[in-house]
């Protein structure tokens, strides 16, 4: 069973940039639909970006359109999220999901979730 183990969460200003990382530990992506949701205080969680593993095609929530960008590294078997020109209403735990919907509501397996603030 794959565990998502996250990274790169952390503090910045409005307007900065960060990457967050997410590996697995005791299996593989080959196959899964994988990506990230994010959850703000006292919101629902959201759907952010979701890469196919095997094609390498991408969406976006409208929420990050055109501002956070997903990829793979298929050889290091890591999916990243670089997130530019943050606004503070993207503060919210950031959580891994492979095994993703194709309705990229659910997913089958979590990560424990990583905190970005961004600070205005």
């Known amino acids: 069973q794959v565990q998502l183990v996250e990274s790169g969460g952390g503090l910045v200003q409005a307007g900065g940039s960060l990457r967050l990382s997410c590996t697995t530990s005791g299996g593989a992506f080959s196959g899964y639909r994988v990506g990230w949701f994010r959850q703000a205080p006292g919101k629902e969680r959201e759907f952010a970006a979701v890469?196919?593993?095997?094609?390498?095609?991408?969406r976006y929530g409208d929420s990050v359109k055109g501002r956070f960008t997903i990829s793979r590294d298929t050889a290091k078997n890591t999916v990243y999220l670089q997130m530019n020109r943050l606004k503070p209403e993207d503060t919210a735990v950031y959580y891994c999901?492979?095994?993703?919907?194709?309705?990229?509501?659910?997913?089958?397996?979590w990560g424990q979730g990583t905190q970005v603030t961004v600070s205005s």
């Open positions: 890469i196919y593993w095997t094609s390498g095609t991408t």
């Open positions: 999901a492979a095994g993703i919907s194709s309705t990229y509501t659910q997913a089958t397996q």
